[in-house]
């Protein structure tokens, strides 16, 4: 099924909290990080990194994009909602709508070719089409993820993803029929001011199906060790002018490639055997090397050890960390092994349509090379390029070669890719060498984490005998390493109640599938399988596991 891509009129404007175990008894699990101790974390290191950026008005507009997608889609699973109810969701979503005074000329009549009248037009035939094609969609939810928001120009573009959403699509063979099917959904909504208030003047929504594709071949050429220019095929293609793009010949590419391969860094989070996370770097300079924070923080949280490799796998040592900063999501990295003088960084006043490259890993194992167009160039580089999980750290690279920004986490798996720019490195590639100082990375999982045995209980009442009978069942402590914020038994049912401070690295739905199928290989048999709730039975005793906006319920009956 290809990408579906809501647009309704013609023009497109183109931390990670973890707290302790709240627990009286000792869980073998990961240790997760508290959010304030970044900060902590950050005086600790010699090196600062000067970063000013501009500050977005996020909070009001990330509260206001979640209360506009709960008006857009309804209330989750409720699909029997009552007309009243719909009426009332309805009036008030369209409250939010960019609707403003307009101009009139000297005749009294309005002024058809301001800006402003254009702008209603546009408001006026998308913010009314939207909800009514998304409820032809009829889409179902339990939770809503990741929200983010960016300033561009004189508007405010936000990003909500929606995981794990069904929906009724029209059948392709048969276009009287519709078809359900289960995606993500990203959501896009674009803000205006309107006498110093926020309004909704356009939005549009995709699903990921075309983008995996695209990420899947994408990672095959790479195992493959194919260096193939990948170029998103998109909806919003049209939208764009990308012939600044199509003048770079393949030599081009070749020489930008060339240029940069040997400074490109491929990073892996192991836990015993297993790669738990994987994400991209470049090197600095001969001795440091650049990836994101939020990755370091996951590899922490996650994980015992990050190996570093080049594209050929021959291996790095990671010294450690030489500093981070959490507002650029950048980390500085000690490296030992690599000869060479770093990347070349490039003038990041860009320009709409400028064409952009990212090197960078989508398996861990090799590099994938992906081309673009930037959409906008304000507090952040918004390119048309999509990237992974595992993209997050490399280098964005105008047409000279040189680096002008590094990808962050901010939007993984959609059409449009956010980059922090250079500026703040141009001062590190000079000034750290050989003797830098920094930490290693099992020194800051020791001085910056809680112990396993904490103290902080929220309500527990379970003795750490009632535990051990039953922390093995699927490999409960090992599998869902979250908060315990509840834990109570009454007669036979146990019920234990997980708080998600991370659900923008680790979601609910993730960590559920996990654990279903560990209970499985334990003999479970799965009866009732839904969007935010499952029930699994083996002979007399029943599991039942429930997500619940940023907690996940288990309640056991074990005979």
Do not use: C
């Not at 913010?127 to 032809?136: A, C, I, T």
């Not at 994938?368 to 390119?383: A, E, P, V």
Request: net charge positive.
């Amino acid at each position: 099924m290809k990408k579906v891509i809501f647009l309704i009129s013609l023009t497109l404007f183109g931390t990670v909290s973890v707290l302790a175990l709240k627990s009286n008894f000792n869980i073998n699990t990961n240790k997760l990080f508290d959010n304030n101790r970044t900060s902590e974390l950050t005086n600790n290191f010699s090196y600062k990194i000067d970063y000013s950026n501009k500050k977005d008005d996020n909070k009001k507009l990330e509260d206001m994009s979640l209360k506009i997608t709960y008006l857009l889609l309804g209330d989750g699973d409720i699909s029997d909602e009552s007309p009243t109810s719909y009426l009332e969701r309805k009036k008030e979503y369209m409250s939010y709508m960019y609707n403003p005074k307009l101009e009139k000329l000297e005749n009294g009549e309005l002024d058809t070719n301001s800006t402003k009248y254009k702008d209603s037009v546009v408001a006026g035939i998308n913010v009314p089409g939207m909800f009514s094609l998304m409820n032809e969609y009829n889409v179902r939810y339990s939770t809503v993820g990741n929200v983010s928001v960016t300033s561009a120009d004189n508007k405010y573009i936000s990003r909500v993803v929606i995981e794990n959403v069904t929906m009724d699509m029209t059948d392709e063979t048969n276009p009287r029929k519709y078809k359900q099917v289960t995606t993500n959904l990203i959501m896009y909504y674009i803000f205006m001011e309107d006498n110093k208030e926020y309004k909704l003047y356009y939005s549009f929504g995709e699903t990921e199906d075309e983008l995996a594709d695209y990420l899947k071949q994408s990672r095959d050429n790479e195992n493959k060790g194919i260096n193939k220019i990948n170029v998103i095929n998109s909806s919003l293609n049209s939208l764009y002018d990308f012939s600044k793009l199509n003048k770079l010949t393949k030599n081009n590419l070749n020489y930008i490639y060339n240029r940069n391969i040997n400074n490109i860094l491929l990073l892996n989070t192991f836990k015993g055997n297993s790669i738990v996370g994987s994400a991209s770097g470049f090197m600095l300079n001969e001795y440091v090397g650049v990836t994101t924070w939020t990755y370091i923080k996951d590899s922490l949280t996650k994980g015992e050890l990050i190996t570093v490799n080049n594209y050929k796998g021959q291996a790095y040592k990671l010294d450690g960390i030489i500093t981070i900063n959490e507002d650029a999501d950048i980390a500085l990295i000690k490296v030992s092994g690599y000869k060479g003088n770093g990347v070349t960084l490039g003038n990041t006043n860009m320009d709409k349509e400028d064409p952009v490259i990212v090197l960078g890993t989508k398996s861990g194992m090799g590099v994938s090379t992906s081309t673009g167009i930037i959409i906008n160039n304000s507090s952040n580089i918004q390119s048309l390029i999509p990237i992974t999980y595992s993209d997050q750290g490399s280098p964005l690279i105008n047409s000279k070669g040189e680096v002008i920004g590094i990808n962050t986490s901010k939007s993984i798996n959609s059409s449009v890719s956010y980059a922090n720019k250079i500026d703040s490195l141009v001062k590190a590639k000079k000034e750290l060498n050989k003797d830098t100082k920094y930490t290693t990375f099992n020194k800051l999982k020791e001085n910056y984490y809680y112990n396993h045995n904490n103290d902080e209980v929220i309500k527990n009442t379970l003795s750490k005998k009632e535990w051990n009978k039953y922390k093995n069942i699927g490999s409960l402590d090992q599998v869902i390493f979250l908060p315990l914020v509840k834990a109570s038994k009454k007669g036979k049912v146990l019920s234990l109640r997980y708080r998600n401070d991370i659900p923008n690295l680790i979601s609910n739905e993730s960590l559920i599938n996990t654990y279903v199928n560990k209970l499985k290989q334990d003999g479970f048999k799965l009866t009732l399988d839904n969007s935010n709730k499952k029930i699994l039975n083996r002979v007399f005793d029943e599991i039942v596991i429930r997500s619940e906006f940023n907690y996940i319920i288990i309640v056991m009956v074990i005979e």
